[in-house]
């Protein structure tokens, strides 16, 4: 190139200008415009002599090393899996589940799921909360930026309990893979089985999951770790319980509001008196999304009062989908994951009676 030293002074331009340009787009490039051929082999020996690497420019695609948390409840993965078709409870039609399950990255335990009729803020947070009621609380969440983990109300309840929310960034799906081979797993072993069974209702699909996950998933020796996801997440002692009322707290919802002239405040259609002491000002209202005939009143942080319905034409917050009707399945046959759910019910009947046996019951008697 030393007839043409412009035409490499041009291509660090281009890649300059845009680090994700290869050799081969800018080699394009330079022929649209001047009809002249630079060999790849020139414009990335030239590259390099002038320090505009791709990876030196953050233009190249990433190496990101295999992160796996140290400890249990250190980090839970949270995603959607899209499912087979149930039939509709009032309808000849047929709908599509979708999966929301969550995962703890340490022991790849599977800390709740639920197959759901519609990808929505409810689902997402009806399964943390079991997880946690279940598991304990996480350190760190990560999600993606759907609509069920993107929203004001799970950032509050990450808040309220001390939990750091991460989401991926769009195109970065990085630290997703343990989740990625999870989701293989299970339409491979229960979703094909589940479909060749046959599936009566929603009701029928979540009970022979949960057994499904509790009693092949998680006892299963994991490739990678070499323990049962249920071994390792037990492996460093009991954890730490959740409050209830701290989770009942970190669940409800919080919306501001200006107290009106009359003492009140409106809240889904509801109207509601306060304190008069508060007029003019901005109240928070926390409450549960499914029962609205309790708002609590807080003041810069500190409460004061209840707010008392005068009306209440509507108990439920309509942004919360209303869940699915449930429908009587049908007898079923022999099959993989009726015997699954069955081992799963004799176990759980088995912890439950001997929990019930009064100290020294166990103890044979003369």
Known sequence: MRRHPELLD???ALRAELATRSAAQIAAILFARHRIRVAQRTINQHLRQRGLQRAALGGQPRAF???E??????????????????????TNSSR?????????????????????????????????RAAIQRR?????VYFDNGAPYSNAALERTCAVLGIRLIHSRPYRPQGRGKLERLNRFIRERFVSEAEAHGIASFT?????????????????????TGQTPIDRFTSQGPLQPVEPSLLREAFRWSVLRRVTS???????????????????????????????????VFWEARPVGVAVP???????????PQAQAPTLPPSTGIDYLGMVVAAHEEQLLGQLAYRDLPAGASEVQP
């Open 204 to 224: 029928e699909l979540n009970d022979r999951f949960l057994a499904w996950a509790d009693q092949v998933c998680n006892t299963r020796q994991h490739a990678e």
């Open 310 to 320: 005068f009306v209440i034409g509507r108990h439920v917050h309509h942004q919360v």
């Open 136 to 140: 304990g609380v996480p350190e760190r």
């Open 10 to 12: 041009e291509a660090c």
């Open 96 to 128: 599509r589940t979708y999966l929301f399950v969550l995962l703890d990255d340490y022991s790849r335990l599977i800390m709740h799921a639920r197959w759901v009729a519609d990808q929505n803020t409810r689902a997402g947070r009806d399964v943390l």
């Open 69 to 90: 948390a140290s400890r249990p409840n250190e980090l839970w993965i949270g995603d959607v899996l899209v499912g087979p078709f149930v039939p509709h409870p009032r």
């Open 262 to 296: 009359t003492a009140s405040v409106s809240l889904a259609d509801n109207r509601y008196s306060v304190d008069p002491s508060l007029i003019g000002r901005r109240v928070e209202l926390r409450f549960d999304p499914e029962d609205l005939t309790r708002l609590d």
């Open 65 to 67: 090393g295999r992160f």
